[in-house]
């Protein structure tokens, strides 16, 4: 990793969101391209997406400890990069969030060096449920984006259909919103 902080490399930053980009869609299936994305920035309450006014473009806003720190930056970035695949605004779903955290745990060691785990419980949970859908979490993600298109999109009736051995209550949790931390 560079010795320079993130916060003071921003072309590094930039090849590496459009690094884990091409990867969460290699993973997935290709993003939703109505919208530009800009360099990631940091923020105090960071990480999360941050649209701009107009809906034309969007950024993903990491924390100020991975401003200062590289194995922080690719996982946190990694996971946010789940979400540009099709953007919501406000929370999204746990079938989401469990994608992107599967992601984040699976690529940020690779890229990074260092194997950093999420401490939020509904992160955890949400990753723990969609492991649930099948043995291959990513071609089961893939299996529900090349369907819907999106994450955000799905409902219970629709993901019974793709997977119909799996039990009504864990589709319901996976369509719940995840609201993993106030704002």
């Known amino acids: 990793m560079p010795r320079i902080r993130p916060d003071a490399e921003p072309k590094r930053m930039r090849v590496l969101q459009s690094t884990l980009l091409a990867l969460a869609e290699g993973f997935f299936g290709t ?12 923020h105090e309450r960071g990480p999360f997406l941050q649209h701009s006014s107009e809906d034309e473009h969007l950024w993903v806003e990491l924390s100020n400890n991975a401003a200062g720190y590289w194995p922080t930056a690719v996982f946190e970035l990694a ?3 789940v979400h540009l ?9 746990t079938l989401e969030e ?7 745990h699976f690529v940020a060691p690779v890229l990074s060096g260092e194997a950093i785990s999420t401490t939020l ?3 955890l949970e949400a990753e723990r449920l969609v492991k649930e859908l099948g043995d291959d979490v990513f071609h089961s993600g893939k ?3 090349q369907h819907f298109r999106s994450f955000s999109k799905v409902n219970v009736d629709s993901l019974s259909k793709l997977f119909p051995s799996s039990k009504p209550e ?5 369509v719940a919103e995840c609201r993993p931390r106030p704002r």
């Open 31 to 42: 993003r939703d391209r109505s919208f530009s994305i800009a360099d990631p920035r940091f």
């Open 79 to 81: 996971h946010e990069s």
């Open 85 to 93: 695949l099709n953007p919501v605004k406000g929370y999204t779903n």
């Open 98 to 104: 469990g994608f992107a955290v599967a992601f984040q």
């Open 121 to 123: 419980d509904s992160y």
């Open 143 to 145: 299996k529900i984006r």
């Open 170 to 174: 864990l589709l319901e949790k996976l």
